[in-house]
């Protein structure tokens, strides 16, 4: 998490709002995603329907949220960063569906996780 702040390069002196914004956005973004994810990935892939509660999906959700954040972590309001986390959610749901009707395997989810989140992440920072 302080990998974010750390990168500032502005921890002590007078220039630390980066830092601070960029700590409180680290935690708010993959919380907001991993609860989302959490609630709604079977709705949205269609898969797992027997499972009440599905923890791969609670991990990655928070992955993807840290993921989404990282691009702008430093620069975006903290309002922005859990609507960021929320739409890494969303990314991470739709990629996994995208690749099983694909019928590509990745048992780690690392692209959808990695790939299309740290995209979409990129792409959000000009919106917020």
Not at 22 to 32: E, F, K, R, S, Y
Not at 60 to 68: K, Y
Not at 101 to 117: M, T
Request: charged share 15%; glycine share 10%; with cysteine.
């Amino acid at each position: 998490m302080f990998f974010n702040a750390g990168s500032s390069a502005a921890i002590a002196g007078g220039a630390n709002k980066d830092a601070e914004r960029a700590i409180i956005n680290t935690v708010l973004a993959p919380a907001a995603a991993g609860l989302f994810t959490f609630a709604t990935r079977k709705h949205i892939t269609g898969e797992k329907k027997d499972i009440r509660l599905d923890f791969q999906a609670l991990t990655n959700g928070i992955l993807a949220g840290l993921v989404a954040i990282t691009a702008g972590c430093a620069s975006v309001e903290p309002w922005a960063a859990v609507i960021m986390g929320l739409i890494g959610s969303l990314t991470y749901s739709l990629a996994c569906l995208a690749m099983n009707k694909a019928k590509i395997d990745d048992p780690l989810e690392a692209f959808q996780v990695h790939g299309a989140c740290g995209v979409m992440g990129c792409i959000l920072v000009a919106f917020f």
